[in-house]
């Protein structure tokens, strides 16, 4: 039963992980300029360790 719940866990980790990463490559794609593309790559960065516990993923 442990294991099923673990495995579970570990496929919904994924699924969001995997989420995430396709929005922001959309995102980039979206983007004409070399300039526009890096911004965006450094508000998603700068997302991730200003608020890691109230930013969404969606």
Request: hydrophobic share 50%; proline share 2%; charged share 20%.
């Amino acid at each position: 039963m442990g294991i099923l719940i673990i495995v579970g866990c570990l496929l919904i980790g994924i699924l969001l992980i995997g989420l995430s990463i396709y929005r922001f490559v959309k995102e980039i794609k979206e983007k004409d300029s070399k300039k526009d593309k890096w911004t965006v790559v450094a508000q998603n960065i700068l997302g991730l360790f200003s608020d890691p516990l109230h930013h969404s993923t969606f």
